[in-house]
């Protein structure tokens, strides 16, 4: 979508009722993150030439000529960040690693599981020729808070190097103490733990925006279950969408803000190379990292502002046909970064309440939502639903959305 200067504009895209899905069990209090692939064998020197759909569903490029995350620090609390990785080269400051098992490595730039690496790239990725692959906020910076080395396996729990909601919240006190304004949490937890809620209250305080993943729901879990931190009032919660702006079914509830795309989503596998990582099963770990990219924009540009300020431009110009509706699968929609830098609090704007402007009274709209068309695509009957709609005399003008077909890859990476 293209860049929008006008004033308080909002948009919308179709997100459609609640979905039902599979209820089951409570589910465990342990930490998840996710892990999924779409087809193939992503190999160590694997370039991918063609860009997939969602940095284009977000208006990246248009954001891009606006901002690239340039000065922006963003923490990465996840399975630390390999620095070596190709399109992470000269992208990542030394971190700390809060687990303190690995002899190698003390700064979190050390990855054996991959899903740190792969929200990174997604967040600040750099051009590498020959791939179509690139961040959000291509010139920002990550640093890496590695609270674990494998996943919630028994394995790692025996060895103590799994996830837990104590090493989660010291990731994010690290971060806060680093002085990092952007914090991406790609995991969440069944468990309401004291320990985790102070520190996000305490780093949303000390002028950081955490951003956390709602959660993957499975067949044997309840999906209306909080999951933390995304269900601590403070975080920015993220659901997700698939290549055809339908939600993804995870954990729902009325604290989700926004969603991104998160399936079939171009990034750094586990091995390093070029990789299309995520299913409708396993989606918000890449959600949040887009939303994590968004935010490093929004924060460039708008350096004064505090953290609930940041979040309200994001929700308030997700893309959804109801200006005033939610769902409480993908919040208030899809993220738009290009209308989240431009977007001006004047207290007009549709949907989410400000908490820094009065809201004002606004006339009822006379004219019928203006509908953009585009160009013949493989997306052209899931577009033709967009309803985008203007405040004032404003009219969101929309760039047709790049879709090509990617190789067909697999990763063991986790997501």
Not at 395 to 406: N, P, W
Request: with cysteine; charged share 20%; proline share 7%.
């Amino acid at each position: 979508m293209a860049a929008v200067t006008t004033a308080a504009l909002t948009a919308g895209l179709l997100v459609g009722p609640a979905l039902v899905g599979p209820t089951g069990s409570a589910g465990s209090v342990g930490v998840s993150t996710a892990s999924a692939a779409v087809g193939g064998t992503c190999e160590p020197d694997a370039l991918i030439g063609e860009p997939e759909w969602g940095p284009a569903a977000i208006g990246r490029d248009a954001a891009n000529a606006l901002a690239d995350g340039a000065g922006v620090r963003v923490a990465v609390v996840d399975s630390g960040v390999q620095a070596t990785f190709p399109h992470l080269v000269g992208a990542v400051e030394p971190g700390r690693d809060v687990v303190a098992k690995d002899p190698e490595d003390g700064t979190g730039t050390r990855d054996i599981f991959g899903h740190g690496s792969a929200v990174a790239t997604i967040i600040a990725g750099r051009r590498v020729e020959g791939s179509a692959l690139v961040g959000i906020a291509p010139a920002a910076t990550i640093v890496p808070f590695r609270v674990y080395y494998e996943d919630d396996s028994d394995q790692a729990e025996r060895e103590d190097k799994h996830p837990t909601p104590a090493r989660i919240a010291a990731g994010i006190r690290e971060a806060a103490a680093a002085g990092v304004r952007v914090i991406v949490v790609a995991m969440s937890t069944a468990e309401d733990n004291p320990e985790l809620a102070a520190a996000v209250a305490d780093a949303t305080a000390g002028g950081a925006l955490v951003i956390s993943s709602m959660g993957n729901a499975t067949e044997d879990s309840d999906p209306t279950r909080p999951r933390y931190p995304a269900a601590y009032p403070e975080v920015l919660a993220v659901g997700a969408f698939d290549q055809e702006f339908t939600p993804v079914l995870a954990y729902r509830g009325d604290h989700v803000d926004v969603a991104a795309p998160g399936v079939g989503v171009l990034t750094t596998g586990r091995s390093g190379g070029d990789c299309l990582l995520g299913t409708t099963e396993q989606a918000t770990s890449w959600a949040t990292a887009h939303v994590g990219g968004v935010a490093a924009l929004v924060a460039q540009t708008h350096p004064e502002e505090t953290p609930a300020q940041w979040a309200y431009r994001i929700t308030a110009t997700a893309a959804r046909t109801v200006p005033d509706e939610r769902s409480d699968l993908v919040g208030w929609g899809l993220v738009q970064a290009p209308d989240a830098i431009a977007f001006v609090d004047d207290g007009s704007a549709r949907g989410p309440v400000s908490g820094a402007v009065p809201a004002v009274e606004r006339p009822v709209a006379e004219n019928a939502p203006v509908v953009i068309t585009s160009p013949p695509d493989p997306w052209a009957d899931a577009r033709g639903t967009l309803a985008w709609w203007a405040l004032g005399a404003a009219v969101v003008v929309a760039a047709s959305l790049v879709v090509a077909r990617t190789p067909s890859r697999r990763s063991d990476q986790g997501n």
